[in-house]
């Protein structure tokens, strides 16, 4: 099946470990991006990659790292750093060009305690 | 001024009716325009994309594009109360690049 495949679907981690959230699509997509989701919030922009080996920041990239070393995965690490790192995050890819949509994988949760 | 705004909601609706959801945008030059439904814990779903001002109709749902005013709208006719989600609106800008949402409207279509 195609898609957009994110893991694990809950996560629990102690306050001050770095996490790892993974994402792959097999869509053959140019561009991912991650998205962070508070309760009755909407999406707000963490980092985005539009080409392997490349990635942008988004509007509140602190705390957080990502890697694009391959296509079809953009893995993004919540790292000690992020004061507030309790959150539904959300990983999407699309192609490249303008007037493309973007996709939703199915969303992490993560709780940090 | 942020770059999406919606209408701050919840709006609600009778089954039956017409759903306005709303979105302005503050960079000139987008040129993509998405409406995505999310319903409580689940990730959005794409239900509509428009390019160019005008309307764009797919079954019960129309968005409505006005660059010069910089604003995007969907209507939903004939509301289901399957169709009470948060409705976020989302903004590209040229050349592709960062996809960036509003901060979505809850709609609750009563039966």
């Known amino acids: 099946d195609g898609g957009i495949t994110q893991s694990p679907k809950y996560l629990f981690r102690k306050e001050g470990q770095n996490v790892t959230l993974s994402c792959e699509q097999n869509?053959?997509?140019?561009?991912m991006y991650w998205y962070r989701q508070d309760p009755g919030q909407g999406l707000r922009l963490i980092y985005y990659?539009?080409?392997?080996?490349?990635?942008q920041k988004g509007d509140i990239a602190e705390g957080y790292s990502v890697s694009r070393e391959k296509k079809e995965s953009f893995p993004l690490t919540v790292t000690s750093a992020q004061k507030n790192p309790t959150a539904f995050y959300l990983c999407?890819?699309?192609?490249?060009?303008?007037?493309?949509?973007?996709?939703f994988g199915q969303g992490t949760r993560l709780t940090v305690v | 001024q942020k770059e999406v705004e919606q209408n701050s909601g919840p709006l609600s609706v009778p089954e039956g009716a017409i759903a306005s959801l709303n979105c302005t945008y503050s960079d000139r030059v987008s040129q993509s325009f998405f409406w995505y439904r999310q319903y409580s814990g689940k990730s959005p779903e794409l239900i509509m994309s428009?390019?160019?001002?005008g309307d764009k109709e797919d079954g019960r749902f129309t968005a409505q594009l006005n660059k010069a005013s910089q604003y995007v709208s969907l209507l939903i006719r004939d509301s289901q109360p399957s169709d009470s989600a948060t409705y976020l609106c989302a903004v590209r800008g040229n050349q592709g690049g960062k996809l960036i949402f509003g901060q979505g409207t809850e709609l609750s279509v009563k039966p």
């Open positions: 869509l053959n997509h140019d561009a």
């Open positions: 999407a890819s699309s192609f490249q060009s303008m007037n493309t949509e973007a996709f």
């Open positions: 990659s539009q080409i392997v080996n490349d990635f």
């Open positions: 428009i390019y160019s001002n």
